[in-house]
């Protein structure tokens, strides 16, 4: 780990007991879909948007990127969106983040036919999953604002958990990655955030990190532990 990561590499403390709201979760649709391009955040944002015009006005709504059976734990990814495309498996699944009075209203989507850059995607039911009371989370997308430099995007956001009450003991960033967009590119890295306490944890989940959680950004999930990642990437 580099040293400006070493920063925030603090001890734990106690947790204690916590129930789970249900306010926010998890909705897993099942899908029909052979492949799609790896940089496919905006275009899938929009078909989306297209069907539920309501995401747009819905702060606690949030559209995971489409993630398929990935190297390790999920923390690699291809690195060419010109040449990559994601080979969709039928275990695959379209997750929205929706607080729980918008449930019954995304199942305007189940039945539809989405099209994504060109590749065609059909929509089915869905099922529910819980936030998690793990206190280790990590997110695959976190805009950068703009900077290609690590040591900047840790204080940033280490700045901005605090605003919010969040204390950073042990936190990891990513690899950068350029995702392209009408209004430009945009810089992200992946972050893994340990040691939290339940309801940090939970508000991470619950709220995300930056302003773009339709592009798929900022959304956090659960981890088992960071030390398997870190070893990964020695």
Known sequence: MKQDADLYWQEDEDQEDFV????????????????????????????????????????AAAIHQIHVAESAN??????????????VSRRTRMTLRLPSHRFEDARALI????????????????????????????ARHVDTGGTEDEAEFLRSVADELGQRGIRVRKMMPGKL????TAEGEILTRKLMLSD???????????????????????IFLPHKGIEAVNKKQQ
């Not at 249900?22 to 899938?44: G, S, Y």
């Not at 039945?111 to 089915?124: F, Q």
């Not at 939290?196 to 900022?218: D, F, V």
């Open 177 to 180: 990655h350029r995702h392209r």
């Open 111 to 138: 039945g539809k036919r989405l099209d994504i850059a060109g590749h065609p995607l059909t929509v089915g039911d869905f099922h529910l999953r819980p936030l998690s009371k793990l206190t280790t989370v990590f």
């Open 196 to 218: 939290l306490q339940i309801p940090e944890s939970l508000q991470l989940q619950e709220r995300g990190l930056g302003s773009r959680p339709l592009l798929g950004m900022g």
């Open 20 to 59: 789970i709201p249900e306010t926010v979760q998890d909705l897993l649709f099942r899908i029909d879909c052979r492949t799609l391009p790896l940089d496919h955040a905006e275009a899938l944002s929009l078909e989306i948007q297209r069907h539920l015009p309501w995401l747009a006005d819905e702060p």
């Open 74 to 87: 999920g923390w690699m990814r291809p690195e060419d969106p010109d040449s990559e495309l994601l080979h």
